[in-house]
């Protein structure tokens, strides 16, 4: 039984697939879902902390992912934490599988391939070959798909 899931989520279309996936899993009332948002570090700039002050500039962005990741909570049928990080998104969603000790993670894959692979970065290669449980990368699917999905 999966005790632990970490859904590493971020602000685009395929968050929501994530989410779809995630709810697909059968999840018991006792298990714990940990819904996560990496803000991507900028330069040598400090990491934002959830329990940090945070000027009005900054809370912004903060406030509005968090907003979101709690209307993913509220569909979940057991219990979940959020976690809102700043860092590199690959270590960082490592990070809270180890401090949460998950059972799985599951996150998007943005579909890289060759080239592009290497020179923007898989953050779901780099996950999937670090991390330290099970690891689900759920790939794009096409828009068609996603509207048949709401028809039926």
């Known amino acids: 039984m999966l005790k632990t899931i970490l859904a590493a ?11 779809q996936i995630v709810t697909q899993l059968q999840l018991k ?7 996560s948002h990496v803000i991507p570090a900028v330069g040598d700039a400090p990491t934002i902390g959830a329990d940090l002050p945070r000027h009005n500039a900054q809370e912004l962005p903060y406030r509005h992912i968090e907003k979101q990741l709690q209307i993913y ?6 219990q979940s934490d959020l ?25 998007g894959s943005r579909g890289l391939t060759g080239l592009d692979r290497i020179v923007q970065r898989s953050v779901s ?4 070959a670090e991390a330290p449980c099970s690891v689900l ?8 798909e996603i509207g048949a999905d709401a028809t039926n």
């Open 73 to 78: 909570q509220a569909h979940l049928p057991c």
């Open 125 to 128: 290669g780099q996950v999937v």
């Open 29 to 35: 009332p006792e298990t714990k879902v940990v819904l």
């Open 9 to 19: 989520l971020d602000e685009s279309k395929l968050a929501e697939q994530v989410i």
């Open 83 to 107: 976690e809102i990080v700043s860092g590199d998104p690959a270590e960082e969603i490592i990070r809270l599988a180890n401090i949460y000790q998950v059972d799985l993670i599951v996150l």
């Open 137 to 144: 990368v759920v790939k794009p699917r096409p828009e068609s």
